[in-house]
């Protein structure tokens, strides 16, 4: 599709002039196994698709020869102050990440040895493999550790699942769900065995276009499959990318993209760190799932720039916020920053590059620092905040530390403090505020611990599907987060 984005995009975009301050890169795992059977796996080919853009975006902002090279980053030896790689506890996600870390920074050889003290020089093994640490995102840095629904956008947020669960119930899911029932149905005899006739609707669109499409890269014999016409796949793609985009974002209703919104709001922070002269970090890299790209795409209104930006990002896709200055000055000011937004449908490559594409509807593809933050900070919602906690319509569990009234109530319905005056109700309210922000941390990762293990009974890999059953599930990003 030729569209307005993509002509700017094929304007030469880094002028000699300009200097990389810092990026933040989000991107999606690999090829992986289908999800009707777990457990969920990257393949082969994932990872060599993940590793592929890791070369591409060290070629971009690593090596010493690039022009876009991030400012004063390390080259060959990674440095992990400047770094900071995170991923859900999802082993499709944790490995991908690991891999694309091995196209960013490859074994050193003898640079990554050491002399020691009796004059013996030891290399590193694996030809001076560099061992980068894939964070969980409550670990990253402990200053977030509070924040770490920012990658589980969706869990954990009553609002979101109920926004989304009312796509099921919208004239566009019925009318869909109705004119292609036969079309499902045809199919079939293509995947009865793992879909019953019943559950060959719209309604598991995505369930079933996973499973194709999985069955397509890696299955030799696909029964029937004279029945998987292009055309017919290309129908249950399209499908499937409808009903994806409908769970992820509704512009009457923001907050289904809560995912989007809480990735909006680390991005801001992480950039604000990049730029900060008190901070060393220059690289934010981040594994999550395609949902959230829908969510960001819709909030950030990049279906305006390009209506495939309202369909599933293909394996291993990766989206770049770079930080960059025109100015000579060694700290220029916040005015002589400005922000570009680039995406790659799939492994990022010379001949995938990463394309430039004008976010919040603007005509520019690159942005005034100061533009960006107003606009980001629009969509942004802080995991964890009282800001979430409201927009989530969640009072309990981490968002009790914004609600002691509540809290109390709750303690005085049970009986607990019967009897109890208002001024030493209120000290023990402030007490309780006081030890859970102090405990916040402690408690976010308790909880978050907890529900991992819950979780990790369902599916991983990435996932952003509605269930058969009555719960929204989002779950590679809701499987997630553990100290
Ligand atoms: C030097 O120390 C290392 C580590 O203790 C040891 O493996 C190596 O054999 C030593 N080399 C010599 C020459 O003593
Ligand atoms: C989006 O939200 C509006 C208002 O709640 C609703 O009428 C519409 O059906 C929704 N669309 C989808 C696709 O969920
Ligand atoms: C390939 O398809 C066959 C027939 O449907 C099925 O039994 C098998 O599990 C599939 N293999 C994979 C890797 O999906
Ligand atoms: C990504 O590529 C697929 C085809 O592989 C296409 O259907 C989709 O629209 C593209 N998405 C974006 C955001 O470019």
Redesign the pocket.
């Known amino acids: 599709m030729q569209t307005k984005a993509l002509l700017l995009a094929s304007l030469p975009a880094a002028t000699a002039a300009e200097t990389i301050l810092g990026a933040y890169i989000f991107s999606r795992h690999g090829d992986r196994t289908t999800k009707a059977y777990s457990p969920v796996k990257l393949t082969a080919l994932g990872a060599e698709q993940v590793y592929r853009s890791g070369a591409y975006y060290r070629n971009r902002y690593i090596d010493e020869k690039s022009s876009s090279r991030i400012n004063g980053i390390s080259s060959d030896l990674a440095d992990l102050t400047e770094l900071s790689v995170t991923a859900p506890v999802d082993n499709v996600l944790q490995g991908s990440a690991g891999i694309f870390l091995q196209g960013l920074y490859p074994p050193a050889g003898s640079v990554n040895s050491q002399k020691l003290a009796n004059g013996t020089t030891i290399e590193a093994p694996l030809s001076g493999y560099q061992y980068i640490p894939v964070n969980t995102a409550a670990a990253a840095s402990s200053h977030q550790a509070e924040s770490n629904a920012w990658l589980q956008g969706n869990s954990g947020c009553p609002a979101a699942v109920s926004s989304s669960q009312a796509y099921f119930e919208s004239k566009e899911y019925f009318e869909l769900l109705e004119s292609t029932k036969k079309f499902y149905q045809d199919l079939l005899p293509v995947y009865e065995s793992t879909f019953s006739s019943e559950k060959a609707t719209y309604k598991n669109a995505y369930s079933i276009y996973d499973y194709i499409h999985v069955s397509t890269i890696h299955n030799t014999s696909i029964p029937s499959s004279e029945l998987l016409t292009p055309s017919a796949l290309q129908t249950l793609?399209d499908l499937a990318?409808i009903h994806e985009f409908g769970l992820a974002y509704n512009a009457s209703s923001p907050i289904r993209a809560v995912a989007g919104s809480v990735l909006a709001s680390h991005i801001v922070s992480t950039l604000k760190d990049s730029i900060s002269s008190e901070s060393t970090q220059k690289l934010n890299i981040q594994f999550g799932p395609y949902g959230t790209f829908a969510s960001f795409?819709g909030l950030s209104q990049l279906p305006a720039a390009?209506?495939?930006?309202t369909?599933?990002?293909?394996y291993a896709?990766s989206m770049s916020f770079e930080i960059f200055t025109e100015s000579s000055s060694s700290s220029p000011s916040e005015d002589e920053i400005m922000v570009r937004f680039l995406?790659a449908?799939?492994t990022a490559s010379d001949s995938n590059p990463a394309k430039p594409f004008p976010l919040f509807g603007q005509d520019k593809t690159e942005l005034p620092w100061k533009t960006f933050v107003e606009e980001m900070n629009k969509i942004a919602l802080e995991g964890g905040s009282k800001e979430w906690c409201d927009a989530c319509g969640e009072k309990s569990g981490d968002c009790a530390v914004y609600y002691p009234e509540e809290t109390a109530a709750g303690a005085a319905a049970e009986g607990g403090n019967k009897g109890m005056s208002n001024a030493v109700a209120g000290v023990i309210g402030a007490m309780v505020t006081l030890g859970v922000v102090l405990g916040l941390q402690a408690l976010v990762l308790g909880v978050a611990g907890l529900r991992l293990t819950k979780r990790r009974k369902q599916e991983t890999g990435d996932v952003f599907q509605v269930p058969v059953g009555k719960r929204t599930s989002f779950s590679d990003t809701s499987s997630v987060q553990k100290a």
């Open positions: 793609t990318n795409f390009s209506a495939d930006f369909s599933i990002v293909d896709s995406f449908n799939g």
